[in-house]
T-cell receptor, first 113, second 115 residues
Framework: RKEVEQDPGPFNVPEGATVAFNCTYS??????FFWYRQDCRKEPKLLMS???SGNEDGRFTAQLNRASQYISLLIRDSKLSDSATYLC??????????????FGKGTKLSVIP | EPEVTQTPSHQVTQMGQEVILRCVPI?????FYWYRQILGQKVEFLVS????????KSEIFDDQFSVERPDGSNFTLKIRSTKLEDSAMYFC?????????????FGSGTQLSVL
């Protein structure tokens, strides 16, 4: 089983749509969870951390289910500028200085006018 | 926002040659990392570095790879004898405390092409 698994997409949605991405991770000892965004041939950029209680940042809502080892990201009212690849990322955090992020392969989103 | 700077942005080399990829982490950060991404693949961890030594390394980071912090600002990744499969985008990153949910800052990457 892959360490971090995501639906590769692509997801093609019209502007204004709501879109949801799912992710599963295999290592139950994982400590920290994130969604990153990556534009074509650019560096990953942190979109948001994911907390057990769920968290929201504007149009973006992230959820974590530790029992199911499942992470989700919901984007409401999609904008053209949301077009990117969304990376589910997990940190095993085995000790200080061990920010060893494990990335999923990403889900590509295209928002269409 | 502070930035991690990487040079060069593109590097073309012949198989078997040595390359050095350079990074300037954010000035007050203490933890430094290299990740790589082969075209069309996921971002993969290579190595973490703290207090002038390697903290952790992945299976990818074999004897052909080395890292160094030669002065107070630069952090380098050296590949001794490049192979075709080393062609990838290499990202440097840095963080302040290296734990928990702290944000990791990535540089814009060096695209390495081995011919």
């Amino acid at each position: 089983r892959k360490e971090v698994e995501q639906d590769p997409g692509p997801f093609n949605v019209p502007e204004g749509a709501t879109v949801a991405f799912n992710c599963t991770y295999s290592n139950s000892a994982s400590q920290s969870f994130f969604w990153y965004r990556q534009d074509c041939r650019k560096e990953p950029k942190l979109l948001m951390s994911v907390y057990s209680s769920g968290n929201e940042d504007g149009r973006f809502t992230a959820q974590l289910n530790r029992a199911s080892q499942y992470i989700s990201l919901l984007i409401r009212d999609s904008k053209l500028s949301d077009s990117a690849t969304y990376l589910c990322v997990v940190n095993r955090n085995s000790g200080a200085g061990s920010y060893q992020l494990t990335f999923g392969k990403g889900t590509k989103l295209s928002v269409i006018p | 926002e502070p930035e991690v700077t990487q040079t060069p942005s593109h590097q073309v080399t012949q198989m078997g040659q040595e390359v050095i990829l350079r990074c300037v982490p954010i000035s007050n950060h203490l933890y430094f990392y290299w990740y790589r991404q082969i075209l069309g693949q996921k971002v993969e961890f290579l190595v973490s570095f703290y207090n002038n030594e390697i903290s952790e390394k992945s299976e990818i980071f074999d004897d052909q790879f080395s890292v160094e912090r030669p002065d107070g600002s630069n952090f380098t990744l050296k590949i001794r004898s490049t192979k075709l499969e080393d062609s990838a985008m290499y990202f440097c990153a840095s963080s302040d405390t290296g734990v928990g949910n702290e944000k990791l800052f990535f540089g814009s990457g060096t695209q390495l092409s081995v011919l």
